[in-house]
């Protein structure tokens, strides 16, 4: 049903037409709202049967749902930033332990200093723990993932977690397709465990595995992630079919097919990134988008064909990696090894910076125009004056402060004694 809704509503509620039996909780801005309205949907009786475990901690929350996906449940719990940081170590044990738990994740940056905004920091730096991870571009396409992973999860028992922005998401307020129940059950079929904890048949899981053996488990889990990248496509190509609508896939191609310069990014930047080469198209230039939607495992041979016959690929980042530079960049570098395209790094959008149109069309004319230099690492709007005040104080200073206390003083922001 489409109705106004806000996105983390919209989640929730399709949530719960997947059927989760155990909904592990604990409260982290900006993903709160998805599991209070859950709570509220478990407590007035509309999702049943299902278990709301409200725990002390995010750690608690995975732990909580690997011990209910153990016991044979449809399992789910979302969370954020630091709070994904928290959850690290079960994390991994999820995963190396094959459970098909379904996370939602609305991301938001990593502090310090503390920053309750939009980037991709928290899902990247879990990006090898062994979760599928999917992006959405819309508060729409976050809810129709949900209803997708459930099924990757469970026919792969591997963890899934879908990533969507922070606020930018979660806190619209847009028309959305709810999915129907009677669709979700069409599509997604009753859950049958892998693997169950019974007292009558007992076995052990999580044994310890010594060097003789741990290389080869690894392995296998690789296996199962490149399993994925032929699942996902046919997952999201059943889902059009029960629904009407196109959903997820591995990439998302926008008037790339004659295009010289591909803008690749993740998530809900793509949207105005089309408006750009809408915009630009009108003035005679080349140029397309491409949505990478699944981004572990990471769709190489795909990223490769999409992008192989262009000049230049722009790389929109919304975290990179402290010491080296981007992410998504290396991996768009691995896909074209061997090629011709010249790739540029832009770091974007940090901490719930506004990526504009005129900043996006300023940048693409720079790299149209030969004035923007490939293989550097390029941040976006980025405040040189600033900057530059602060690498001034270091000089003058062995004992200059805090970065974010001296930017802030600079800024007006905060009292504080000036230096």
Avoid at 21 to 50: N, W
Avoid at 144 to 168: I, N, T, W
Wanted: glycine share 8%.
């Amino acid at each position: 049903m489409r109705e106004q809704i806000e996105g983390s509503h919209a989640v929730a509620k399709t949530v719960a037409r997947c059927r989760p039996e155990v909904v592990s909780a604990y409260p982290i801005t900006p993903q709160t709202h998805i599991v209070e309205a859950l709570s509220d949907l478990i407590r007035t009786g509309e999702l049943a049967p299902c278990e709301y475990v409200l725990v002390e901690s995010e750690f608690a929350a995975m732990s909580a749902a690997i011990g209910a996906s153990a016991a044979g449940a449809r399992a789910y719990t979302a969370t954020a930033s630091q709070g994904l940081l928290y959850m690290a170590e079960a994390l991994y044990n999820a995963s190396g332990l094959g459970f098909p738990i379904v996370m939602t994740v609305a991301n938001r940056a990593i502090g310090s200093p503390i920053n309750i905004w939009n980037d991709h920091s928290d899902a990247m730096s879990q990006r090898d723990c062994g979760w599928i991870q999917l992006y959405a571009e819309s508060t729409q396409e976050a809810a129709d993932l949900h209803v997708q992973a459930f099924k990757l999860a469970e026919e792969l028992s591997v963890p899934v977690m879908v990533c969507m922005d922070g606020f930018v998401l979660t806190h619209a307020f847009e028309p959305v397709d709810v999915p129907e129940q009677r669709d979700v059950d069409a599509f997604l079929p009753r859950f049958e465990p892998r693997q169950v904890l019974d007292p009558d048949e007992p076995i052990t899981i999580g044994a310890m595995v010594g060097p003789e053996a741990f290389t080869e488990v690894r392995y296998l889990a690789h296996v199962k992630q490149m399993q994925a990248l032929d699942l996902v496509p046919e997952i999201a190509a059943g889902f059009e079919q029960v629904f009407g609508r196109t959903s997820g896939g591995l990439l998302h191609r926008y008037r790339t097919e004659d295009a010289e310069l591909v803008v690749v990014a993740l998530g809900s930047v793509l949207g105005t990134i089309e408006e750009v080469v809408d915009e630009l198209r009108e003035q005679g230039a080349r140029v397309g988008a491409l949505g990478i939607k699944c981004f572990r495992p990471y769709p190489l041979e795909e990223v490769r064909h999409a992008t192989a016959h262009a000049r230049q690929v722009v790389v929109i980042e919304r975290a990179f990696a402290v010491g080296i530079g981007g992410i998504v960049g290396q991996n768009v570098r691995l896909a074209l090894s061997g090629l011709a395209p010249n790739v540029y790094d832009v770091v974007a959008g940090l901490g719930g910076r506004a990526i504009t149109r005129r900043s996006l069309l300023t940048l693409l004319g720079d790299v149209l125009g030969g004035r923007l230099e490939p293989d550097r690492l390029t941040f976006l709007d980025l405040d040189w004056p600033l900057v530059e005040r602060e690498l001034q104080r270091l000089d003058e200073t062995s004992r200059s402060g805090p970065h974010a206390e001296n930017i802030l003083r600079d800024l007006g922001i905060v009292a504080g004694r000036p230096h």
